[in-house]
C-alpha cells in the first residue's frame, strides 16, 4: 500500500523567505510523485511530478521538488516566497500507472509581509 | 482548452434528499476520479472509472452512494438518501493513462 506523510499541517515564511514543505512516502513500487496546489474555492492543481526521470524537477511558480530514494523523500522548495504562494499544497504518491492518486494531509502556507 | 467542469458548484438541501452531482471530464481523457474532501478526513478517492467502466470503488462509503458514467463526456455521483455527514466539497478529475490528473473546481455540498 502506498501512502504519504507531509510534515507540518501549517507553515508560515516572511515574503522573500525560502519556503520548504515536507513530504516522504511509502511505496512497495517505483512511485510516482506530485504535489498539487490549492487555493480557496478552487479545485487541486499540478505544480510539478516526478515519473522515474530526473530526480530534481521543476514545477510552475518557480518551486521545485528532489526526489530523494535513500529518504524516501519528496520536499517541494521555493527560493523566495510571494504573497500570491499562500495556499494549501498536497503532495500525492501513485503506482507506475499514474492512476489512483494517494494524497497526504495538505500543508498551508501563510506568507507574511 | 477546457478543463473538467463540475455542477453545480454549491448545493444546500435538506437531509433524505437525492443529491446528484455532475462532471464532464476534458475530452478524450479516458480516466475520471471522484474525490470528497473534508477537515477530518482529508482528500479520498470514492471510485474510479476507465472507459466509462468503474475500476475501483472501494472508497465509496455506503450503499448510499452510487456513480455512473453513461459515455466518456458525463459522470454523475448521487447521494440517496443524503446525512448532514456527507457534507464536504465533492471533486471530479479526469487524465490520461500515465499522466497527472486534472481537477474541477469541486461541488460544496451542504446537507441540513
Known amino acids: 500500500a502506498q501512502s504519504v506523510t507531509q510534515l507540518g499541517s501549517h507553515v508560515s515564511v516572511s515574503e522573500g523567505a525560502l519556503v520548504l514543505l515536507r513530504c516522504n512516502y511509502s511505496?512497495?513500487?517505483?512511485?510516482?510523485l506530485f504535489w498539487y496546489v490549492q487555493y480557496p474555492n478552487q479545485g487541486l492543481q499540478l505544480l510539478l511530478k516526478?515519473?522515474?526521470?530526473?530526480?530534481l524537477v521543476k514545477g510552475i511558480n518557480g518551486f521545485e521538488a528532489e526526489f530523494k530514494k535513500s529518504e524516501t523523500s519528496f520536499h517541494l522548495t521555493k527560493p523566495s516566497a510571494h504573497m500570491s504562494d499562500a495556499a494549501e499544497y498536497f503532495c500525492?504518491?501513485?503506482?507506475?500507472?499514474?492512476?489512483?492518486?494517494?494524497f497526504g494531509a495538505g500543508t498551508i502556507l501563510r506568507v507574511k509581509s | 482548452d477546457a478543463g473538467v467542469i463540475q455542477s453545480p458548484r454549491h448545493e444546500v438541501t435538506e437531509m433524505g434528499q437525492e443529491v446528484t452531482l455532475r462532471c464532464k471530464p476534458i475530452?478524450?481523457?479516458?480516466?475520471l476520479f471522484w474525490y470528497r474532501q473534508t477537515m477530518m478526513r482529508g482528500l479520498e478517492l470514492l471510485i474510479y472509472?476507465?472507459?466509462?467502466?468503474?475500476?475501483?470503488d472501494s472508497g465509496m462509503p455506503e450503499d448510499r452512494f452510487s456513480a455512473k458514467m453513461p459515455n466518456a463526456s458525463f459522470s454523475t455521483l448521487k447521494i440517496q438518501p443524503s446525512e448532514p455527514r456527507d457534507s464536504a466539497v465533492y471533486f471530479c478529475?479526469?487524465?490520461?493513462?500515465?499522466?497527472?490528473?486534472?481537477f474541477g473546481d469541486g461541488t460544496r455540498l451542504s446537507i441540513l
Open positions: 472509472f476507465n472507459n466509462n467502466v468503474p475500476i475501483d
Open positions: 475530452s478524450g481523457h479516458d480516466y
Open positions: 516526478y515519473t522515474s526521470a530526473a530526480t
Open positions: 500525492a504518491v501513485s503506482d507506475g500507472n499514474g492512476n489512483k492518486l494517494v
Open positions: 478529475a479526469s487524465s490520461l493513462i500515465g499522466q497527472p490528473q486534472h
Open positions: 511505496s512497495s513500487v517505483p512511485p510516482y
